[in-house]
């Protein structure tokens, strides 16, 4: 059974750091872009990062409110993809998803994913 299955959020102060990490079972992990997206409260789900393997260069997309601030990255021998964050903000605060689906040069969006994670939440706040 193919699933994803998110961790490590919680509560962080403005200005703290968290980690999240994606444990995905499904099949050709290598062969499949990598993604995290958000959904705050009664606000849309938005694309946060993603990495994928495109003419055999790893690549990196991120959105313009966490570029310079989040890390996104995959380790293949635990078939499990990352999001670390730093310099939090209160704005930050949301459910975090993890995706899989199809690599692409990007811009992502949610059409380009067909397994999702359940989610974790993310608080920061003082």
């Known amino acids: 059974q193919e699933q994803l299955v998110e961790s490590g959020g919680g509560w962080v102060q403005p200005g703290g750091s968290l980690r999240l990490s994606c444990a995905a079972s499904?099949?050709?992990?290598?062969?499949?872009?990598m993604a995290w997206f958000r959904q705050a409260p009664g606000k849309e789900r938005e694309f946060v990062a993603a990495?994928?393997?495109?003419?055999?260069?790893?690549?990196?997309n991120y959105a313009d409110s966490v570029k310079g601030r989040f890390t996104i990255s995959r380790d293949s021998t635990k078939n499990t993809v990352y999001l670390q964050m730093s310099s939090l903000k209160p704005e930050d605060t949301a459910v975090y998803f993890c995706?899989?689906?199809?690599?692409?040069?990007?811009?992502?969006?949610?059409?380009?994913?067909?397994?999702w994670g359940q989610g974790t939440q993310v608080t920061v706040s003082s």
């Open positions: 995706a899989a689906g199809r690599p692409s040069s990007g811009p992502y969006t949610e059409a380009d994913f067909n397994f």
């Open positions: 499904v099949r050709t992990f290598s062969n499949k872009a």
């Open positions: 990495t994928g393997w495109i003419a055999f260069s790893l690549r990196t």
